[in-house]
Protein backbone atom coordinates (compact mmCIF):
# COMPACT_ATOMS: atom_id res chain seq x y z
CA UNK A 1 0.00 0.00 0.00
CA UNK A 2 1.42 3.51 -0.97
CA UNK A 3 1.36 4.82 2.76
CA UNK A 4 3.24 1.96 4.31
CA UNK A 5 6.43 3.48 6.08
CA UNK A 6 5.45 7.05 5.13
CA UNK A 7 6.07 9.71 7.76
CA UNK A 8 2.79 11.55 8.50
CA UNK A 9 2.34 14.87 11.24
CA UNK A 10 -1.26 15.47 12.09
CA UNK A 11 -1.73 17.96 13.22
CA UNK A 12 -5.21 18.70 15.35
CA UNK A 13 -6.48 22.44 15.77
CA UNK A 14 -9.76 23.33 17.66
CA UNK A 15 -12.50 22.88 15.86
CA UNK A 16 -15.88 20.13 16.34
CA UNK A 17 -14.57 18.29 13.90
CA UNK A 18 -11.22 17.29 15.79
CA UNK A 19 -12.85 14.11 16.65
CA UNK A 20 -13.04 12.78 13.21
CA UNK A 21 -8.87 13.23 13.51
CA UNK A 22 -9.02 9.83 15.10
CA UNK A 23 -10.41 8.37 12.50
CA UNK A 24 -7.49 9.60 10.60
CA UNK A 25 -5.54 7.92 12.62
CA UNK A 26 -7.01 4.84 12.88
CA UNK A 27 -6.62 4.79 8.52
CA UNK A 28 -3.53 6.17 8.42
CA UNK A 29 -2.19 3.16 11.38
CA UNK A 30 -4.30 0.82 9.14
CA UNK A 31 -2.55 1.91 6.03
CA UNK A 32 1.17 1.16 7.96
CA UNK A 33 2.28 4.82 7.95
CA UNK A 34 3.76 5.88 10.90
CA UNK A 35 1.90 8.94 12.78
CA UNK A 36 2.86 11.41 15.01
CA UNK A 37 0.01 14.06 16.22
CA UNK A 38 0.41 17.41 16.85
CA UNK A 39 -2.30 19.21 18.54
CA UNK A 40 -3.30 22.92 19.46
CA UNK A 41 -4.06 23.95 23.01
CA UNK A 42 -7.76 24.49 21.65
CA UNK A 43 -8.03 20.98 19.76
CA UNK A 44 -7.57 19.33 23.34
CA UNK A 45 -10.82 20.74 24.56
CA UNK A 46 -12.11 18.85 21.67
CA UNK A 47 -10.55 15.22 21.77
CA UNK A 48 -7.92 14.29 24.76
CA UNK A 49 -4.65 13.78 23.59
CA UNK A 50 -5.18 10.33 25.18
CA UNK A 51 -7.21 8.86 22.55
CA UNK A 52 -4.93 10.28 19.70
CA UNK A 53 -2.10 8.81 21.49
CA UNK A 54 -3.13 5.12 21.96
CA UNK A 55 -4.46 5.36 18.46
CA UNK A 56 -1.21 6.65 17.13
CA UNK A 57 1.19 4.76 19.43
CA UNK A 58 3.05 7.81 20.34
CA UNK A 59 3.15 10.42 22.66
CA UNK A 60 0.71 13.60 21.08
CA UNK A 61 2.53 16.63 21.23
CA UNK A 62 1.61 19.99 21.98
CA UNK A 63 3.83 23.11 23.47
CA UNK A 64 7.24 23.51 23.33
CA UNK A 65 8.59 23.35 26.85
CA UNK A 66 6.52 20.39 28.71
CA UNK A 67 7.49 18.38 25.20
CA UNK A 68 11.11 19.54 25.11
CA UNK A 69 11.46 18.19 28.66
CA UNK A 70 10.66 14.74 27.96
CA UNK A 71 11.67 14.14 24.64
CA UNK A 72 14.89 14.31 22.55
CA UNK A 73 13.64 15.04 19.55
CA UNK A 74 10.16 16.39 19.65
CA UNK A 75 11.29 19.79 18.59
CA UNK A 76 9.88 21.54 15.45
CA UNK A 77 12.91 21.44 13.17
CA UNK A 78 13.97 17.70 13.39
CA UNK A 79 10.10 17.11 13.34
CA UNK A 80 9.59 19.71 10.46
CA UNK A 81 12.48 17.21 8.60
CA UNK A 82 11.18 14.02 9.91
CA UNK A 83 8.12 13.78 8.36
CA UNK A 84 6.96 13.16 4.65
CA UNK A 85 3.97 15.04 5.16
CA UNK A 86 2.49 17.80 7.17
CA UNK A 87 -1.52 17.19 7.15
CA UNK A 88 -3.67 19.53 9.05
CA UNK A 89 -6.56 18.08 9.69
CA UNK A 90 -8.84 20.20 10.72
CA UNK A 91 -7.22 23.54 10.35
CA UNK A 92 -9.06 26.29 12.30
CA UNK A 93 -9.92 29.49 10.66
CA UNK A 94 -7.58 30.96 13.65
CA UNK A 95 -4.49 27.99 12.87
CA UNK A 96 -5.12 29.21 9.03
CA UNK A 97 -4.59 32.71 9.59
CA UNK A 98 -1.34 32.05 11.78
CA UNK A 99 0.00 30.32 8.72
CA UNK A 100 -0.86 32.82 6.21
CA UNK A 101 0.93 35.66 7.91
CA UNK A 102 3.87 33.62 9.55
CA UNK A 103 2.77 33.96 13.42
CA UNK A 104 4.50 31.40 15.37
CA UNK A 105 3.55 30.71 18.62
CA UNK A 106 3.19 27.20 19.30
CA UNK A 107 4.24 23.98 18.07
CA UNK A 108 2.25 23.51 15.49
CA UNK A 109 2.98 26.61 13.64
CA UNK A 110 6.75 26.44 14.30
CA UNK A 111 6.44 22.81 12.63
CA UNK A 112 4.42 24.38 9.70
CA UNK A 113 7.57 27.21 9.17
CA UNK A 114 10.17 24.84 9.55
CA UNK A 115 9.02 21.78 7.29
CA UNK A 116 10.56 20.98 4.26
CA UNK A 117 7.93 18.31 3.25
CA UNK A 118 4.65 19.22 1.40
CA UNK A 119 2.13 20.44 3.83
CA UNK A 120 -1.57 19.54 3.07
CA UNK A 121 -4.39 21.78 4.93
CA UNK A 122 -7.93 20.35 5.63
CA UNK A 123 -10.50 23.36 6.65
CA UNK A 124 -13.38 22.46 8.53
CA UNK A 125 -15.51 25.31 9.88
CA UNK A 126 -19.09 26.91 9.86
CA UNK A 127 -20.80 27.58 6.18
CA UNK A 128 -20.03 31.41 7.01
CA UNK A 129 -17.09 31.49 8.40
CA UNK A 130 -15.57 29.43 5.28
CA UNK A 131 -16.91 31.25 2.94
CA UNK A 132 -15.54 34.51 4.66
CA UNK A 133 -13.50 36.39 2.12
CA UNK A 134 -10.45 36.77 4.80
CA UNK A 135 -10.60 32.73 5.13
CA UNK A 136 -10.65 32.18 1.26
CA UNK A 137 -7.68 34.74 0.82
CA UNK A 138 -5.86 32.63 3.82
CA UNK A 139 -6.32 29.59 1.78
CA UNK A 140 -5.12 31.07 -1.38
CA UNK A 141 -2.07 32.71 0.55
CA UNK A 142 -1.32 29.22 1.99
CA UNK A 143 -2.10 27.76 -2.00
CA UNK A 144 0.66 30.36 -2.87
CA UNK A 145 3.10 29.34 -0.60
CA UNK A 146 3.06 25.91 -2.42
CA UNK A 147 0.40 23.80 0.32
CA UNK A 148 -2.26 21.80 -0.67
CA UNK A 149 -5.74 22.59 0.10
CA UNK A 150 -7.98 19.71 0.88
CA UNK A 151 -11.25 21.35 0.32
CA UNK A 152 -14.35 21.20 2.82
CA UNK A 153 -17.15 19.48 1.79
CA UNK A 154 -20.73 20.14 1.79
CA UNK A 155 -23.19 18.71 4.10
CA UNK A 156 -24.71 19.50 7.56
CA UNK A 157 -22.90 21.21 10.08
CA UNK A 158 -22.35 20.92 13.73
CA UNK A 159 -23.91 24.79 13.97
CA UNK A 160 -26.99 22.60 12.52
CA UNK A 161 -26.54 24.83 9.02
CA UNK A 162 -26.20 22.94 6.17
CA UNK A 163 -23.42 23.70 3.33
CA UNK A 164 -19.54 23.48 2.39
CA UNK A 165 -17.56 23.72 5.39
CA UNK A 166 -17.32 20.21 6.49
CA UNK A 167 -13.91 18.69 7.02
CA UNK A 168 -13.49 16.27 4.32
CA UNK A 169 -14.17 12.80 5.02
CA UNK A 170 -11.45 10.67 6.53
CA UNK A 171 -11.30 7.87 3.69
CA UNK A 172 -11.30 11.03 1.12
CA UNK A 173 -8.43 12.44 2.40
CA UNK A 174 -6.42 9.06 3.07
CA UNK A 175 -7.44 8.38 -0.78
CA UNK A 176 -6.13 11.29 -2.03
CA UNK A 177 -2.81 11.27 0.17
CA UNK A 178 -2.05 7.26 -1.22
CA UNK A 179 -2.66 8.91 -4.81
CA UNK A 180 0.06 11.69 -3.50
CA UNK A 181 2.56 9.40 -2.79
CA UNK A 182 1.81 6.81 -5.64
CA UNK A 183 2.43 9.34 -7.86
CA UNK A 184 4.31 12.19 -6.10
CA UNK A 185 7.82 11.25 -7.61
CA UNK A 186 7.36 9.63 -10.54
CA UNK A 187 8.33 13.35 -12.12
CA UNK A 188 10.75 14.08 -10.00
CA UNK A 189 13.17 16.41 -12.00
CA UNK A 190 11.64 16.29 -15.41
CA UNK A 191 10.93 19.36 -17.46
CA UNK A 192 7.78 19.53 -18.70
CA UNK A 193 6.30 21.79 -21.58
CA UNK A 194 1.82 22.28 -21.82
CA UNK A 195 0.57 24.53 -24.51
CA UNK A 196 -3.05 24.78 -23.67
CA UNK A 197 -6.70 26.71 -24.61
CA UNK A 198 -7.64 28.37 -27.21
CA UNK A 199 -5.67 30.96 -29.59
CA UNK A 200 -7.43 34.62 -30.36
CA UNK A 201 -6.54 35.49 -33.70
CA UNK A 202 -7.59 39.61 -34.12
CA UNK A 203 -9.78 41.27 -36.99
CA UNK A 204 -9.75 44.25 -35.58
CA UNK A 205 -9.33 46.20 -32.13
CA UNK A 206 -13.01 44.06 -30.74
CA UNK A 207 -12.87 40.86 -33.00
CA UNK A 208 -11.10 37.86 -32.72
CA UNK A 209 -11.93 34.50 -34.29
CA UNK A 210 -11.37 31.47 -31.79
CA UNK A 211 -12.50 28.26 -30.95
CA UNK A 212 -15.03 26.93 -27.75
CA UNK A 213 -11.57 25.27 -26.37
CA UNK A 214 -11.74 25.67 -22.43
CA UNK A 215 -8.36 24.62 -21.42
CA UNK A 216 -9.43 22.30 -19.13
CA UNK A 217 -7.51 19.11 -20.31
CA UNK A 218 -4.25 21.33 -20.42
CA UNK A 219 -4.37 22.79 -17.74
CA UNK A 220 -5.72 19.00 -15.64
CA UNK A 221 -2.54 17.58 -17.44
CA UNK A 222 -0.57 20.50 -15.60
CA UNK A 223 -1.56 19.71 -12.28
CA UNK A 224 -1.17 16.14 -12.62
CA UNK A 225 2.01 16.65 -13.73
CA UNK A 226 3.14 18.98 -11.03
CA UNK A 227 1.67 16.55 -8.50
CA UNK A 228 3.98 13.81 -9.79
CA UNK A 229 7.02 16.28 -9.13
CA UNK A 230 7.59 17.63 -12.64
CA UNK A 231 8.48 21.37 -13.27
CA UNK A 232 5.85 22.65 -15.17
CA UNK A 233 5.96 25.84 -17.84
CA UNK A 234 2.18 25.97 -19.03
CA UNK A 235 1.82 28.43 -22.33
CA UNK A 236 -1.88 29.36 -22.16
CA UNK A 237 -4.27 30.74 -24.67
CA UNK A 238 -7.24 32.98 -23.06
CA UNK A 239 -9.11 31.48 -20.83
CA UNK A 240 -10.71 31.36 -17.12
CA UNK A 241 -9.01 28.63 -15.11
CA UNK A 242 -6.79 28.91 -12.39
CA UNK A 243 -3.59 27.08 -11.38
CA UNK A 244 -2.66 26.21 -7.79
CA UNK A 245 0.78 24.92 -7.93
CA UNK A 246 4.14 26.44 -7.82
CA UNK A 247 5.60 24.03 -9.75
CA UNK A 248 3.40 25.60 -12.73
CA UNK A 249 4.83 28.36 -14.29
CA UNK A 250 1.80 29.94 -16.38
CA UNK A 251 2.80 32.56 -19.56
CA UNK A 252 -0.45 33.85 -20.77
CA UNK A 253 -0.67 34.47 -24.29
CA UNK A 254 -2.90 35.72 -27.44
CA UNK A 255 -2.42 34.37 -30.83
CA UNK A 256 -0.69 31.52 -32.11
CA UNK A 257 2.30 33.77 -33.23
CA UNK A 258 2.65 34.65 -29.03
CA UNK A 259 1.96 30.95 -28.31
CA UNK A 260 4.85 29.61 -30.77
CA UNK A 261 7.27 32.07 -29.51
CA UNK A 262 6.94 31.19 -26.01
CA UNK A 263 7.08 27.31 -26.64
CA UNK A 264 10.53 27.57 -28.51
CA UNK A 265 11.91 29.57 -26.32
CA UNK A 266 11.35 26.64 -23.90
CA UNK A 267 11.19 23.84 -25.61
CA UNK A 268 15.17 22.64 -25.62
CA UNK A 269 15.33 22.44 -22.12
CA UNK A 270 12.05 20.18 -21.84
CA UNK A 271 11.84 16.28 -21.80
CA UNK A 272 8.05 15.87 -22.25
CA UNK A 273 5.88 18.91 -24.19
CA UNK A 274 2.28 18.42 -24.77
CA UNK A 275 0.31 20.35 -27.29
CA UNK A 276 -2.79 20.23 -25.82
CA UNK A 277 -3.88 23.98 -27.21
CA UNK A 278 -6.34 23.91 -29.66
CA UNK A 279 -4.50 26.70 -31.95
CA UNK A 280 -6.21 28.63 -34.67
CA UNK A 281 -5.10 26.96 -38.11
CA UNK A 282 -5.53 30.18 -39.71
CA UNK A 283 -4.81 34.19 -38.65
CA UNK A 284 -6.60 37.21 -40.52
CA UNK A 285 -3.86 38.41 -43.12
CA UNK A 286 -4.67 41.96 -41.49
CA UNK A 287 -5.69 43.19 -38.54
CA UNK A 288 -7.22 46.45 -39.06
CA UNK A 289 -6.27 49.27 -36.82
CA UNK A 290 -10.20 50.72 -37.11
CA UNK A 291 -12.91 48.76 -36.01
CA UNK A 292 -14.53 47.13 -39.12
CA UNK A 293 -18.16 49.47 -39.66
CA UNK A 294 -21.10 47.76 -41.27
CA UNK A 295 -21.37 48.65 -44.84
CA UNK A 296 -21.29 46.06 -47.63
CA UNK A 297 -23.79 43.01 -47.38
CA UNK A 298 -20.57 40.90 -47.38
CA UNK A 299 -17.20 41.33 -45.95
CA UNK A 300 -14.57 38.95 -46.81
CA UNK A 301 -11.71 38.27 -44.81
CA UNK A 302 -8.67 36.64 -46.13
CA UNK A 303 -6.80 34.48 -43.84
CA UNK A 304 -3.79 33.22 -43.41
CA UNK A 305 -2.03 29.56 -42.25
CA UNK A 306 -0.91 29.76 -38.93
CA UNK A 307 2.42 28.38 -37.98
CA UNK A 308 1.83 24.18 -36.73
CA UNK A 309 3.62 24.32 -33.21
CA UNK A 310 3.94 20.54 -32.55
CA UNK A 311 5.15 20.32 -36.02
CA UNK A 312 7.86 22.91 -35.69
CA UNK A 313 8.92 21.60 -32.73
CA UNK A 314 8.61 17.78 -33.50
CA UNK A 315 11.46 19.02 -36.15
CA UNK A 316 13.66 20.25 -33.74
CA UNK A 317 13.10 17.66 -31.56
CA UNK A 318 16.20 15.73 -29.94
CA UNK A 319 16.88 12.10 -28.21
CA UNK A 320 15.40 11.92 -25.15
CA UNK A 321 12.78 14.68 -25.48
CA UNK A 322 9.08 12.98 -25.77
CA UNK A 323 6.05 14.95 -27.60
CA UNK A 324 2.44 14.31 -26.95
CA UNK A 325 0.08 15.98 -29.61
CA UNK A 326 -4.30 15.69 -29.75
CA UNK A 327 -5.84 14.86 -32.52
CA UNK A 328 -9.99 15.36 -32.52
CA UNK A 329 -11.24 13.85 -35.41
CA UNK A 330 -14.57 12.99 -37.03
CA UNK A 331 -14.03 10.38 -38.86
CA UNK A 332 -11.20 7.84 -39.59
CA UNK A 333 -10.28 8.65 -36.39
CA UNK A 334 -7.40 6.38 -35.67
CA UNK A 335 -5.92 6.67 -39.42
CA UNK A 336 -6.16 10.16 -39.00
CA UNK A 337 -4.14 10.18 -35.35
CA UNK A 338 -1.50 7.91 -36.84
CA UNK A 339 -0.70 10.39 -40.20
CA UNK A 340 -0.56 13.24 -37.28
CA UNK A 341 1.78 11.25 -34.99
CA UNK A 342 3.94 10.72 -37.83
CA UNK A 343 3.53 13.73 -39.97
CA UNK A 344 4.41 16.04 -36.92
CA UNK A 345 7.29 13.59 -35.49
CA UNK A 346 5.46 13.46 -32.14
CA UNK A 347 5.49 9.74 -29.65
CA UNK A 348 2.15 9.53 -28.23
CA UNK A 349 -1.09 10.60 -29.77
CA UNK A 350 -4.28 11.74 -27.81
CA UNK A 351 -7.75 11.13 -29.70
CA UNK A 352 -10.78 12.65 -29.10
CA UNK A 353 -13.29 11.39 -31.11
CA UNK A 354 -16.20 13.96 -31.73
CA UNK A 355 -18.69 10.94 -32.57
CA UNK A 356 -18.63 10.27 -28.73
CA UNK A 357 -20.81 12.13 -26.34
CA UNK A 358 -19.36 14.36 -23.35
CA UNK A 359 -16.14 14.16 -25.04
CA UNK A 360 -13.30 16.66 -26.21
CA UNK A 361 -14.19 20.68 -26.01
CA UNK A 362 -15.67 22.66 -23.14
CA UNK A 363 -16.81 19.68 -21.23
CA UNK A 364 -15.70 18.40 -17.53
CA UNK A 365 -15.26 14.88 -19.13
CA UNK A 366 -13.27 13.79 -21.76
CA UNK A 367 -12.97 9.97 -23.49
CA UNK A 368 -9.65 9.22 -25.60
CA UNK A 369 -7.71 6.67 -27.18
CA UNK A 370 -4.12 6.67 -27.03
CA UNK A 371 -1.85 5.75 -29.62
CA UNK A 372 1.97 5.89 -29.60
CA UNK A 373 4.85 5.27 -32.53
CA UNK A 374 6.12 2.31 -30.51
CA UNK A 375 3.56 -0.35 -31.57
CA UNK A 376 0.32 -0.70 -33.26
CA UNK A 377 -1.37 -1.10 -29.17
CA UNK A 378 -4.29 1.65 -28.97
CA UNK A 379 -5.90 2.24 -25.48
CA UNK A 380 -9.41 3.20 -25.22
CA UNK A 381 -10.55 4.41 -21.99
CA UNK A 382 -14.59 5.34 -20.51
CA UNK A 383 -15.48 8.76 -20.17
CA UNK A 384 -13.93 9.99 -16.89
CA UNK A 385 -13.31 13.31 -15.57
CA UNK A 386 -10.53 15.35 -17.10
CA UNK A 387 -8.44 14.80 -13.86
CA UNK A 388 -8.84 11.28 -14.25
CA UNK A 389 -7.94 11.95 -18.35
CA UNK A 390 -4.80 13.60 -17.23
CA UNK A 391 -3.98 10.59 -14.68
CA UNK A 392 -4.25 7.67 -17.31
CA UNK A 393 -2.15 10.04 -20.14
CA UNK A 394 0.24 10.56 -17.76
CA UNK A 395 0.48 6.62 -16.67
CA UNK A 396 0.59 6.12 -20.29
CA UNK A 397 3.50 8.63 -21.43
CA UNK A 398 5.49 6.94 -18.44
CA UNK A 399 5.42 3.95 -19.52
CA UNK A 400 6.16 4.82 -22.86
CA UNK A 401 9.45 6.38 -21.28
CA UNK A 402 10.87 3.01 -19.42
O1 LIG B 1 -3.42 19.13 -37.20
P1 LIG B 1 -4.28 19.39 -36.02
O2 LIG B 1 -4.51 20.84 -35.77
O3 LIG B 1 -5.52 18.59 -35.93
O4 LIG B 1 -3.34 18.85 -34.81
C1 LIG B 1 -3.70 18.91 -33.48
C2 LIG B 1 -2.47 18.84 -32.63
O5 LIG B 1 -1.48 19.75 -33.09
C3 LIG B 1 -2.75 19.28 -31.20
O6 LIG B 1 -1.84 18.62 -30.37
C4 LIG B 1 -2.47 20.76 -31.26
O7 LIG B 1 -2.14 21.30 -29.99
C5 LIG B 1 -1.30 20.84 -32.20
N1 LIG B 1 -1.29 22.07 -33.01
C6 LIG B 1 -0.26 22.95 -32.84
N2 LIG B 1 -0.21 24.09 -33.60
C7 LIG B 1 -1.16 24.34 -34.51
C8 LIG B 1 -2.21 23.44 -34.70
C9 LIG B 1 -2.26 22.31 -33.93
O8 LIG B 1 0.59 22.74 -31.98
N3 LIG B 1 -1.09 25.43 -35.23
Redesign the pocket.
Known sequence: MSLQGKKIILGVCGSIAAYKAAFLVRLLVKEKAEVQVIMTKAAQEFITPLTLATLSKRPVLSQFSPDLSTGQWNNHVDLGLWADLLLIAPISAHTLAKFASGHCDDLLTAVYLSARCPVWVAPAMDLDMYQHPSVQTNLKKLTSYGNTIVDAEEGELASGLSGVGRLAEPEHIIQKLSAFFEHSQSLQGKKVLI?AGPTQEPIDPVRYLTNASSGKMGYALADEAAQRGAQVELISGPVSLEINHSAITVTSVTT?EEMIEAAQERFSKTNISI?????S?YAPTQKYSQKIKKKDDTLTLTLRK?????QTLGKRKTEGQILI????ETNNEITHAYQ?LKK?NLDIVVLNSLNDAGAGFGHDTNQVSLLNRKNTDILKFNLKDKADVARDIWNFIEQYEV
Open positions: TAFAAAVDNPDIAGFALKK
